[in-house]
């Protein structure tokens, strides 16, 4: 979806490098999202934030840190790279549920492959 | 079909058949589920979303039911074309919390 952005689109890097990984959206939602997809698996959520002033650890958050520098933008760091983060890293967005209602439908990026050597 | 939690599985349908891929959840407050497509190197793209007060919603040449007395999502895709072939997932939601995603059905349309 181009209104959901990711930077880089792939990456090598090596055991104990710090790494980035960006999000950037357009569609004006308040929720953004980070997860990993191993082969053969499900997505695996590792932090959301459904504020610019809100960060919540997902299930696999261990190794990871996350910043939300604007309501558009939201990225990922991987701060001493291991091999088994080695995956393939998805940005999505989502709009706030209506009051009483339920968690809005979420908008995914392409994708970032990432290698850890 | 597919749980919150299990292997991948896969389906083979012929083209011009009706596939129906299946999911169990595990959250009986769950609200809100979703199915999502995935082609093979792009993101998830939504597909269809019932909410839980709901059992059957329709959309174009897909429906999805929700049966919650045994906690079981299923979708349905009529007329299966060669470009349906795709990783199916479901995902469950409850208001004010992420998606539960599952681990995808794989569905292969053959000619």
């Known amino acids: 979806d181009a209104d959901v952005t990711q930077t880089p689109r792939n990456r090598i890097t090596k055991t104990g490098k710090r790494i980035m990984l960006e999000c950037s959206q357009t569609k004006g939602h308040d929720r953004m999202y980070w997860y990993r997809q191993d082969p053969g698996l499900g997505l695996q959520l590792i932090y959301y934030s459904f504020d610019v002033k809100d960060i919540n650890k997902g299930e696999i958050s261990d190794g990871y840190s996350v910043s939300r520098q604007a309501q558009a933008k939201f990225s990922l760091s991987l701060e001493s790279a291991i091999p088994n983060q080695t995956a393939l890293y998805f940005c999505?967005?989502?709009?706030?549920?209506?009051?009483?209602?339920?968690?809005?439908?979420?908008?995914f990026g392409p994708g970032t492959r990432l290698t850890v050597l | 079909g597919e749980s919150v939690g299990l292997h991948l599985p896969t389906l083979s349908v012929q083209e011009g058949d009706n596939s129906i891929i299946n999911c169990a959840y595990s959250n009986s407050a769950s609200d809100y589920f979703i199915w999502y497509k995935q082609e093979s190197g792009k993101g998830p793209q939504f597909i269809i979303d019932i909410r839980s007060n709901m059992d059957k919603r329709q959309g174009q040449r897909v429906t999805v039911l929700l049966n919650k007395t045994v906690k079981h999502l299923s979708l349905q895709i009529a007329a299966t074309q060669p470009g349906d072939s795709a990783v199916y997932f479901c995902a469950e939601g409850l208001f004010g919390y992420a998606l539960n995603f599952g681990k995808g059905t794989s569905l292969l349309v053959t000619p």
């Open positions: 999505a967005t989502s709009a706030s549920g209506l009051a009483g209602g339920s968690t809005d439908t979420q908008y």
